[in-house]
């Protein structure tokens, strides 16, 4: 129960439980809407993919959410305005069986549609790429295709969310028993209503599993994350020295191509703003120094650097720098393309000229 306590003289009013269809709200056009807007009605924090999602073979069958985690694992969403009905859980585990088939570029490309239709733009795949990249919280791990597309992995077993008004032992013991003998990552989250001073208060709790049962179950998750990124691929620095594509105290260049029209300045090849050194160094913000200011980063901070005191970037934004540096040693070929391609040291020029 929620209580509301008058700030002047202290005095505490009980605030009723409604349902969310007394008060007039409707699944999807309101609890679906909000859901989308502001995810962490659900607990946390996610990249909404797509929603009434449809693109399963041979059914109608409609998802009501599709979304993704920070650690890179589909998520299935279902929502039930008041009461969970009794196939709740099964539509749930259904809709996860049919996402289990999914790659990640499938999702991006729902991803796009379902954004570029819902704001009337048209996302390209390299920003519905980078978005994936920056979101998942990996930049100078992850790479895209030649397309655009995010490259990473989706593992078989997309989690699960049920979000209802409230959950009655038909579904809390099925999900109980699937939790603790199967493993299945499953989430009930109870969103209660209660009106106050002509406004509606929402209250979104975790219910299942409880407090205890989570903790294990988050570091069985984070030890099944770190070994899924020990299989990733290398971080794209760590590729690039390896193979002794990029060698300590050489230089990079800013790619000419990727200036913006409206920028500040022009590209000048004996302009230090243009050039950035190579350390060695393989850590989060220590890739490479900006011979313009002599300051370390990693390529993906020093790109929204550069960005920014060109056109106002805002840093924040998603990018992923290292397809805006090139390599002279390498007919100037972009660093992206030279960590997505079989490249070695031996293949540099017979002059280089990276080091002037």
Not at 34 to 51: F, M, N, V, Y
Not at 149 to 169: C, M, N, Y
Request: proline share 3%; charged share 35%.
């Amino acid at each position: 129960m929620l209580f509301s306590v008058e700030a002047e003289n202290g005095n505490l009013e009980g605030l009723r439980k409604q349902d969310l269809s007394d008060l007039g709200f409707l699944e999807r056009q309101n609890l679906q809407e909000w859901a989308i807007e502001q995810p962490q009605i659900l607990g946390e924090d996610l990249l909404i993919i797509t929603s009434e999602y449809a693109n399963f073979e041979d059914t109608r069958d409609r998802l009501d959410i599709l979304a993704l985690d920070q650690a890179g694992k589909l998520v299935v969403v279902e929502l039930k305005r008041d009461r969970a009905d009794r196939t709740t859980d099964l539509q749930a585990i259904k809709y996860a069986s049919y996402c289990a088939t999914l790659t990640a570029e499938d999702v991006q490309k729902d991803y796009r549609e379902f954004w570029s239709s819902r704001e009337d733009t048209e996302l390209t795949p390299e920003s519905v790429g980078e978005t994936f990249i920056d979101f998942i919280g990996e930049p100078d791990s992850l790479t895209t295709s030649s397309d655009g597309w995010a490259e990473f992995e989706l593992d078989q077993k997309p989690r699960i969310v049920l979000a209802a008004g409230s959950f009655g032992t038909e579904i809390t013991a099925p999900v109980m028993w699937l939790i603790e003998e199967y493993g299945v990552d499953i989430t009930c989250r109870r969103i209660e209503a209660y009106e106050h001073q002509g406004r509606v208060l929402l209250n979104s709790q975790q219910v299942i599993p409880v407090a205890e049962a989570e903790e294990y179950m988050t570091k069985r998750r984070e030890k099944q994350e770190k070994q899924q990124q020990r299989s990733r691929r290398p971080a794209a620095i760590n590729a690039l020295l390896e193979r002794k594509v990029l060698r300590p105290g050489e230089r990079v260049r800013f790619d000419p191509e990727r200036v913006p029209g409206n920028a500040n300045q022009d590209w000048n090849e004996d302009d230090d703003f243009w050039w950035a050194t190579v350390t060695g160094d393989t850590g989060q913000s220590d890739n490479v120094r900006w011979d313009h200011d002599d300051e370390l980063y990693s390529f993906t901070g020093l790109t929204k650097e550069v960005l920014h005191e060109l056109v106002g970037r805002d840093r924040d934004e998603a990018l992923n720098g290292y397809k805006y540096w090139c390599h002279p040693d390498f007919d100037n070929r972009t660093l992206s393309d030279l960590r997505n391609s079989e490249t070695t040291g031996a293949d540099r020029g017979d002059e280089p000229t990276s080091n002037k």
